[in-house]
């Protein structure tokens, strides 16, 4: 079994800064993209931004200059700084990979969601 722990949120006040972690654990043969995913109240989830293995990143508007992703291969690890904080950042933040793991010695692709970790900016 494979899953996705994030941690890391909590509430800060505007102008503050978090930093979101994400641990890939179980049978893992190798993590490829992986993503934050946000999701506000009465809104979609949206793609906040992703790395490859490669560590090759995308951001969407609402991180660029504000948010950096990163991630450590030999953990499983995936990061996501956040700066500048605002009132419209909170949401719930999802962590999202492409993980390859070994069932029956084949390898299998799975797409793979975190539980979440809520980010509250208020003052």
């Known amino acids: 079994q494979v899953q996705l722990v994030e941690s890391g949120g909590g509430l800060v006040q505007p102008g503050g800064s978090l930093r979101l972690s994400c641990v890939a654990s179980?049978?893992?043969?190798?993590?490829?993209?992986m993503g934050w995913y946000r999701q506000a109240p009465g809104k979609q989830r949206e793609l906040v931004a992703s790395?490859?293995?490669?560590?090759?990143?995308t951001y969407t508007e609402v991180a660029k200059g504000r948010f950096t992703i990163s991630r450590d291969n030999a953990k499983n690890t995936v990061y996501l700084q956040m700066s500048s904080l605002k009132a419209e950042d909170t949401a719930v933040y999802y962590c999202?990979?492409?993980?390859?793991?070994?069932?029956?010695?084949?390898?299998?692709?799975?797409?793979?969601w975190g539980q979440g970790t809520q980010v509250t900016v208020s003052s």
């Open positions: 999202n990979a492409d993980v390859q793991t070994m069932i029956r010695d084949q390898i299998h692709e799975l797409n793979i």
């Open positions: 790395i490859t293995r490669r560590e090759s990143t």
């Open positions: 179980g049978s893992i043969f190798s993590v490829n993209d």
